[in-house]
Every structure is written in structure tokens, then in C-alpha cells.
């Protein structure tokens, strides 16, 4: 889709012009729109944050108007009902400072870093990242009720983007029938811990067979990038993609805390890394945690169930 980001002063106020008859405007979500507006929303969301979305009524015409923030800016994005969009308008700059932050000393910009700073080369199939060690023979099993997920470091390597990465299977079964399989690709920079995420074989399950293979992806085929899994030394506040597959995959997570105390039936973890993960494709928004030593212990209701 080719879009416009600037706009004439003439054409600006044209714009601005159809944007001042708002009429009945509600706030809803982005599955709530119809699906060549969510495509449109997804492609404006790359590298950027959702802020809300107004349904109205323009000139007698449905539109959407979205605001998302990027690079410290406020955009307001209008979009008609077949997706294509009316208006892109700069507005207001945004303070990148969380509330109650300090004006000096380091901060974190709002939107999510989605280009990483890092040598393939420095890439290696097996890694020891505290939070997510990739080494053959590790396995966690979480429940939720009878429901269960698997998770386990196999011996298998293969080559993704031009990078040897490992493979991390999760297992996940729904009232004792297995409801999903995939093969996740993770390789480890070297020289910092960062562990990347180079994509995944997924297989749905129904009956026992597999259905689809829906939300698969690796980095390098069909504009698909490699993100950031968990970085070596998490810091709060920092977000960035972990995986960067336009219209398939694009979860993204924001470091909330480097420092919870998670109780599972397997025990009390300390110092855990509590994820916040959402992704411009839905409006779900999902928790983990990671115990250092250990790996995930929490994925939303998801507990670890056996000491590993």
C-alpha cells in the first residue's frame, strides 16, 4: 500500500477541513473495524503505538479516526470503511517521560524498537541468557487447570535468515487433546546474551489432526525480520518487537519490572522480568515472567507446575 506522510499546506487543509465534522464518535477496537481498515491500522502500527480509535460520521460517510504515537509525535490517522486513508496529521509532540520520571538521567522512548543493532556473525544456536537459556535438554511444564504447556530446548539447529538458530518447542494441549505444536527459532548474540527470534513452524491441532499452520513465519521470506526476544540485561520501560512477520506475526513487549516474586506450584521464583506483551494485530494484551535460572514460570494463567 503506498501512503502519504506529508501533505501539502493546500492539502492540509482540505483535510483538516473534513476532519472538523466529527459526528457520533465511539471508541472501539481495532477488531471491531472492518478488515480493510485492521490491515490499514496494521501497516500505520509498525514501529508505532496505538493510542485509540473513534468510529464516526464524516460528510455522511463511516471513517475511523486512530491516533497512534511515533517518534515522540501524536499522528491522527483517518480511515475510510474500504481502507484507504483520508487524512495523516502531525499533531502535538508527546513527552517520552513516564509520569513521575525524573528530567534527567536516561529514558525510554515511547514507541517500540523494531531494528536491532547486531552482527549475525556474533550469532550463535545455543546461548546462556538468564531469563532464556537455549541449551538442549531444558524443559518446563506449565498448567492452567488440565490444560498444559510444554516447553522444551531441542538438539535440532537449522539455518534461518543466514543465521544457525536453535529450536524451542512448545506443546500446548486443551482438555487433554493437543491443541497446537511450534518450533520456535531463537539465536544468542555472543558477547551480550540478547536472544533473537528468527520465527516458528507452527501446527494447529483439531481431532487429533493437524488444520493449519497459522501464525508460522521466519525472518527473511515475505518481508519477515527477526526481533528481540529478551535482552541479556532487561531494563524497565525498554519495548521492542520479538517478532516482525507484517500481517501474520507482530508481538511486542514492554519491560515492566526486572524485580517480582512469582509463586507457581513449583515453588516462589524472585526477581523475576515481568513481560507485557500486546501486538497492532489484536487487542489482547498478555503477562509472562521469567525467573533467572529457570526460564518462564507464568504465561498468563499458565503456571509452572514441576520444579525443572
Given amino acids: 500500500m503506498s501512503m502519504k506522510t506529508t501533505l501539502g499546506a493546500a492539502l492540509s487543509a482540505g483535510f483538516l477541513g473534513w476532519a472538523a465534522q466529527v459526528h457520533g464518535a465511539e471508541k472501539v477496537t481495532v477488531v471491531q473495524t472492518p478488515p480493510a481498515v485492521q490491515q490499514t491500522i496494521k501497516a500505520e502500527l509498525v514501529g508505532a503505538t496505538l493510542e485509540d480509535i473513534a468510529k464516526g460520521q464524516r460528510h455522511g460517510k463511516t471513517v475511523y479516526e486512530t491516533d497512534v504515537i511515533r517518534d515522540g509525535y501524536k499522528w491522527e490517522v483517518v480511515i475510510a470503511e474500504d481502507g ?17 520520571r525524573p528530567e534527567h538521567g536516561p529514558t525510554k522512548t515511547l514507541g517500540w524498537r523494531e531494528t536491532f543493532s547486531v552482527r549475525k556473525s556474533d550469532l550463535g544456536p545455543r546461548g546462556n541468557n538468564p531469563w532464556l537459556t537455549i541449551q538442549p535438554g531444558r524443559v518446563l511444564r506449565l498448567r492452567k487447570g488440565i490444560d498444559a504447556l510444554t516447553v522444551s530446548i531441542l538438539d535440532d539447529t537449522l539455518t534461518v535468515d543466514g543465521v544457525t538458530v536453535g529450536v524451542l518447542e512448545e506443546r500446548e494441549t486443551k482438555d487433554g487433546k493437543l491443541a497446537e505444536i511450534s518450533r520456535n527459532f531463537f539465536a544468542t548474540d555472543n558477547n551480550t546474551g540478547d536472544v533473537y527470534y528468527f520465527g516458528e513452524d507452527v501446527d494447529n491441532y483439531k481431532d487429533g489432526q493437524i488444520v493449519d499452520h497459522e501464525s508460522a513465519w521466519r525472518s527473511g521470506e515475505k518481508s519477515a525480520r527477526f526481533g528481540l526476544m529478551i535482552p541479556g540485561r532487561p531494563e524497565v520501560g525498554d519495548k521492542f518487537y520479538q517478532e516482525l512477520a507484517p500481517k ?3 508481538d511486542r513487549v514492554e519491560i515492566v519490572s526486572t524485580d517480582e516474586t512469582v509463586r507457581t506450584p513449583a515453588g516462589t521464583f524472585a526477581h523475576c522480568v515481568h513481560l507485557k506483551e500486546t ?16 526460564g518462564i514460570v507464568k504465561d498468563d494463567d499458565f503456571e509452572l507446575a514441576e520444579k525443572p
Fill in 84 to 100: 484507504h486513508i483520508v487524512s495523516k496529521t502531525k499533531e502535538e509532540a508527546v513527552d517520552p517521560r513516564p509520569a513521575g
Fill in 248 to 250: 501474520v506475526a507482530m
Fill in 279 to 294: 501486538t497492532p494485530l489484536e487487542g489482547d494484551i498478555s503477562h509472562k515472567w521469567y525467573a533467572p535460572g529457570v
